[in-house]
């Protein structure tokens, strides 16, 4: 239930930062950002507080820690794969034209009555 609370706490305190930025419309738009950050800060410290926010905390990190781990492709094999997707996207598309085409082709034949 402790959780909840903070949940709901955390929610508000975002809301109330976009409540003063559009509600003090007179003031500069430097405070007023300043508010929608507080808020945001505020409602980010109050859900660390939370069990779900604890458990956000750890996977993230552990995301992080996997997406260090992960063998990313070097720049050439990049360039190669990017080609050969480009030159799958061309030929699909000169196919898909063509049956396009066949198909525009004998609707108007049939429409026409054979002529």
């Known amino acids: 239930m402790a959780d909840r609370i903070k949940i709901i706490v955390a929610i508000a305190c975002v809301v109330l930062g976009l409540w003063g930025y559009y509600h003090f419309v007179q003031m500069s738009i430097g405070l007023r950002a300043l508010m929608i950050l507080g808020g945001i800060a505020a409602g980010a410290v109050v859900m660390w507080l939370s069990?779900?926010?604890?458990?956000?905390?750890?996977?993230?990190?552990e995301a992080w820690q996997e997406g260090g781990r992960v063998a990313w492709p070097s720049r050439q094999e990049t360039i190669r794969m990017t080609l050969i997707v480009f030159a799958f996207v061309v030929v699909m598309s000169l196919f898909l034209f063509f049956i396009d085409q066949i198909i525009a082709w004998l609707i108007k034949l049939m429409l026409s009555g054979g002529a």
């Open 51 to 61: 069990k779900p926010g604890k458990d956000f905390v750890v996977f993230a990190r």
